[in-house]
């Protein structure tokens, strides 16, 4: 037999809609068995104990980005955490920071969406459609191959301490999908659409403090991107100095 | 009340594949119970098969030799002219992914990278390491973006409306403001996905009930073949996690506790790429033998990557990898995997035709939801992601054919809003005080009778032990409650709803496996061994009666120029 440890969970609990809520901690002690996954205990504690609990999830597997939330004080997602991961038998539970919460670690993930929105995220061709694929070379696909992993789970989103202060930053996601498509040899999106970043509330206003970089659980480096679209960004203004752009949208 | 000339109903592939297609013409709503990206294609690993020839190894390959592989690996029951339609559209569907931004993997060439997959006799699957549908996903997501279709995301589907044989539309609840909405619509497309959590072993996301199948079926659409349940030959312990068959395909063996590759005694041809529902029959078979391990999670086999060596493992399946790690503390670099068979896919859905039509009027259905057949008794892997995508694109195109040759008018809005007042007496009742009984109970004890009983191996005793259950269980959901009368995010409330129609998709399964006296594809009975076409090459159809039992009939299979044979490997 395998034997059960007894865990305190407590979770941060809000629900924006009843005006007599305040956030506070819920206490629930649950038995878990080793290997268990903290999705896999909020779903027994939504089902045993407390069925009006709050929490999103779909794949439990670590390839959806549902359940992104704050974890004994770390962004990453429920599904993919072992409760026996820490060295502790209490876990904290919280919503991703930086958003509105609308009901316990349900957050309202509209402004994530919207910059997501914001930045064209597809590719963007002008030339003829071939009959058959658009080559691209084995060194050209690994080049946008990180970004490419980003699950969308907003993890880097929670970790940001610009947005924590200016919520209209573009963010660390939509930065990162920008430049999977910059960086793929098949877009021709013009250089000067760039120009949407050049300011304080876009890719200028990045601290680079890889916080984003932590936080992420698909290895994804979102400050590389923010860089990578800097550069073009200062490349192309000095091109157009010289007369040399290539293109303007 | 909501309109919209066309609703769609799911966020996945063939959802946002119809959407695409459709909202340049129409007027066109998507509504997902989660973000589209959320939704379970984006789980799919190992690609998907078109007969592009770019492998040295397929330069003769073709659109018919995938098409005959198909119906080979269906056992027969697939409908021939449509597992032609979607191996032919398969090519041109792959191209057009790519032409969206799709990063497939390359050949070294610049080509669409493909890989051999089992059941298949060239390797014809197209992937982007071990997260093809993972991209494809994002990639039609990006594009409706880009085309602007009106998504309504969380908003949960409670009823489909369907009076005097023509679909009105859908009662809807939008889970983040908790409001009942009646969404009218002239045509209305499921593409809702599977029933795979219907087992409690699955490699589906939990989100994956089967309730769109449900649904339909409790409005009066006739469900087709769904009986038939795939087995995935590797899932990962415990959490039933899939482990690609890209595994298999980049070639990874099957060893059982004696550090034996069984394959070669039951399949020595095709070895560990044979079909899925013969690998998971060979494994259940080592393991109920005394030849698995033995585990607290359960029994299993290994799969070994190690030969491989760590850089294909990381260069080709680095997802599998840190699945491993993460949920097992397995590295597959240095250690075998444990896996065992689990639940995987839903072979049998709504029954539509090559146009997804039902035959209802303005009621389509597409994807792992329906059952056109092209998978018949056994889906090829690598087929499932290719469905998705061609058959979105077909029902578009059915769609705006019928809209343009004899226009649907709005339907009349008093089936909705009668819909509406009944779903809004029952989510009351639900919350009424002293209603013990609780969906997830219900929920566990169906998963874990359906495992058991109505699994891999099938015996009339256990269908009908498990049919026994299930009708328990339909009786204690009468008794069913939920603890809070709040409509926004009461993920408890909408399980609860949900519960219905997964006890009926459950109904449907059991009485077609109980009534089919033969073992074909999935199906295997033990007390009837062999394929019977004498009797048997048919359909099984499920509808609902005025009693409110399923009553079944059967259609013909569609052959047009495969004559079922003996299927070896």
């Given amino acids: 037999m395998i034997k059960a440890n007894a865990y305190t969970f407590k979770i941060l609990r809000y629900d924006a809609q009843d005006p007599q809520s305040e956030p506070c901690f819920a206490t629930y002690r649950i038995n878990v068995i080793p290997g268990l996954t903290?999705?896999?205990?909020?779903?027994?504690?939504?089902?045993?104990?407390?069925?009006?609990?709050?929490?999103?999830?779909?794949?439990?597997?670590?390839?959806?980005?549902?359940?992104?939330?704050?974890?004994?004080?770390?962004?990453?997602?429920?599904?993919?955490?072992?409760?026996?991961?820490?060295n502790t038998d209490t876990i904290i539970l919280e919503p991703l920071p930086n958003f509105e919460v609308i009901r316990d670690l349900v957050v309202d993930m509209t402004p994530f969406w919207r910059m997501y929105d914001k930045i064209q995220p597809y590719l963007i061709r002008h030339s003829p459609v071939p009959e058959k694929e658009i080559l691209q070379s084995e060194a050209e696909r690994l080049r946008i191959d990180q970004y490419v992993n980003c699950i969308l789970c907003a993890c880097c989103y929670g970790a940001c301490p610009v947005l924590a202060r200016e919520p209209d930053y573009i963010g660390p996601a939509a930065a990162a999908k920008l430049e999977r498509f910059v960086l793929d040899s098949r877009d021709e999106r013009p250089a000067g659409v760039l120009e949407i970043l050049n300011n304080e509330k876009g890719v200028w206003a990045c601290d680079t403090l890889f916080r984003c970089i932590d936080a992420c659980p698909k290895e994804v480096r979102p400050t590389d991107a923010i860089v990578g679209l800097r550069k073009a960004i200062v490349k192309n203004r000095f091109q157009k100095m010289l007369g040399k752009a290539k293109d303007e949208a | 009340m909501l309109n919209h000339d066309i609703l769609i109903v799911g966020g996945g592939l063939t959802g946002l594949r119809a959407a695409v297609g459709l909202c340049d013409?129409?007027?066109?709503?998507?509504?997902?119970?989660?973000?589209?990206?959320?939704?379970?294609?984006?789980?799919?690993?190992?690609?998907?098969?078109?007969a592009l020839t770019n492998n040295p190894e397929s330069r003769d390959d073709s659109w018919e030799k995938h098409t005959f592989d198909t119906i080979k690996g269906s056992d027969y029951l697939a409908d021939q002219d449509a597992a032609e339609i979607m191996c032919k559209e398969g090519i041109k569907i792959v191209y057009e992914m790519e032409h969206w931004g799709c990063p497939f993997s390359r050949f070294p060439d610049g080509t669409i990278a493909q890989r051999p997959f089992g059941g298949a006799g060239y390797p014809r699957t197209c992937y982007s390491a071990d997260i093809t549908g993972h991209v494809l996903l994002n990639t039609l997501y990006e594009r409706a973006v880009a085309k602007g279709v009106k998504i309504y995301p969380?908003?949960?589907?409670?009823?489909?409306?369907?009076?005097?044989?023509?679909?009105?539309?859908v009662i809807a609840l939008d889970t983040q403001k908790g409001s009942l909405i009646p969404v009218r619509a002239k045509v209305t497309?499921?593409?809702?996905?599977?029933?795979?959590?219907?087992?409690?072993?699955?490699?589906?996301?939990?989100?994956?009930?089967?309730?769109?199948?449900?649904?339909?079926?409790?409005?009066?659409?006739?469900?087709?073949?769904?009986?038939?349940?795939q087995f995935h030959p590797t899932t990962l312990i415990g959490t039933n996690i899939l482990m690609s068959e890209a595994c298999r395909g980049e070639g990874a063996y099957l060893a059982n506790n004696q550090g034996e590759r069984f394959m070669q005694r039951y399949v020595p041809t095709a070895m560990e790429l044979a079909p899925r529902d013969i690998v998971s029959r060979c494994i259940q078979t080592e393991i109920n033998e005394?030849?698995?391990?033995?585990?607290p999670l359960g029994k299993y086999v290994h799969l070994d990557l190690r030969h491989l060596g760590a850089k294909k493992i990381l260069e080709r399946l680095p997802g599998i990898r840190n699945i491993s790690i993460d949920f097992l503390g397995v590295d597959p670099i240095t250690d075998p995997i444990p896996i065992q068979p689990g639940q995987h896919y839903s072979m049998g859905g709504i029954d539509v035709n090559a146009r997804c039509a039902s035959d209802v009027r303005g009621f389509y259905a597409g994807g792992e939801c329906s059952c056109v057949s092209v998978h018949g008794a056994n889906r090829l892997g690598g087929n499932s992601l290719l469905e998705t995508i061609v058959f979105g694109k077909l029902a578009a195109q059915a769609i705006d054919e019928d809209m343009t040759k004899s226009p649907l008018p709005l339907p009349d809005e008093k089936p909705l809003l009668r819909m509406q007042e009944a779903m809004e007496a029952k989510i009351r009742r639900l919350t009424e005080p002293g209603r013990g009984e609780k969906a997830y109970k219900i929920h566990a004890e169906l998963g874990v009778t359906m495992t058991e009983k109505v699994g891999i191996f099938r015996t009339r005793k256990n269908l009908d032990e498990a049919l026994q259950v299930l009708i328990g269980l339909k009786e204690r959901y009468r008794q069913v409650g939920v603890s809070s009368a709040v409509r926004y995010m009461n993920y408890e409330l909408i399980n609860t709803l949900e519960q219905e129609y997964v006890l009926e998709v459950a109904h449907t399964i059991i009485l077609g496996a109980i009534l089919r006296e033969e073992s074909r594809g999935a199906h295997f009975r033990l007390d009837f061994?062999?394929?019977?076409?004498?009797?048997?090459?048919?359909?099984?159809?499920?509808?609902?009666?005025?009693d409110g039992e399923p009553a079944i009939s059967f259609k013909e299979v569609i052959m047009t120029r495969y004559q079922p044979m003996e299927r070896k490997y």
């Fill in chain 2, 154 to 169: 969380e908003w949960f589907v409670t009823s489909l409306c369907i009076e005097e044989g023509l679909c009105h539309g």
């Fill in chain 1, 38 to 86: 903290v999705l896999a205990v909020l779903n027994r504690i939504r089902d045993e104990i407390d069925g009006t609990l709050a929490f999103r999830s779909s794949c439990r597997s670590a390839v959806c980005g549902s359940c992104a939330m704050v974890i004994n004080g770390k962004l990453d997602l429920a599904c993919r955490t072992q409760v026996s991961a820490f």
């Fill in chain 2, 25 to 50: 013409r129409f007027d066109v709503g998507l509504i997902s119970k989660v973000y589209p990206t959320r939704s379970h294609s984006i789980a799919a690993q190992g690609g998907l098969n078109a």
């Fill in chain 2, 290 to 295: 005394g030849r698995g391990f033995d585990h």
């Fill in chain 2, 189 to 229: 497309f499921f593409g809702t996905g599977g029933y795979g959590r219907v087992f409690q072993q699955s490699t589906n996301a939990l989100i994956n009930t089967g309730g769109g199948i449900g649904m339909a079926y409790k409005a009066g659409v006739p469900l087709k073949d769904m009986e038939f349940v």
């Fill in chain 2, 529 to 546: 061994k062999t394929r019977n076409d004498q009797d048997w090459l048919k359909h099984t159809i499920a509808r609902i009666g005025p």
